[in-house]
């Protein structure tokens, strides 16, 4: 009968429900790790990576990542206009290539 009351006591120890939350937990922290090691964005790589958002919309947002450098774009929501000039030519061949024909002068 003694036997039975040592069972009952081990069964009902509040110990042993957080050694379960503890485990929970540490599943939950090596997923959010993963997760932030295969982000596009990780800070810790060097990969270069650039993110395009809304694409084509007048809020489209570009987000550029070189080395640890990250640069942040921002559409003005007009089509045709910045800064720059003319700099040449290009034609489509009928095979679907691209030719360059730079223009003369300066």
Do not use: W
Request: zero cysteines.
């Amino acid at each position: 009968m003694s036997l039975r009351l040592m069972d009952d006591l081990e069964a009902d120890d509040p110990v042993l429900s957080v050694v379960n939350l503890i485990d929970v937990f540490l599943v939950i922290i090596a997923a959010l790790l993963l997760a932030i090691a295969n982000n596009p964005m990780n800070p810790f790589t060097q990969e270069d990576v650039t993110i395009i958002k809304n694409p084509g919309k007048p809020n489209m947002e570009m987000v550029v990542k070189k080395g640890e450098v990250i640069e942040h774009y921002q559409a003005s929501g007009e089509i045709g206009t910045g800064e720059g000039a003319r700099a040449g030519v290009a034609y489509r061949m009928k095979d679907g290539s691209f030719v360059y024909v730079p223009e003369g002068g300066s």
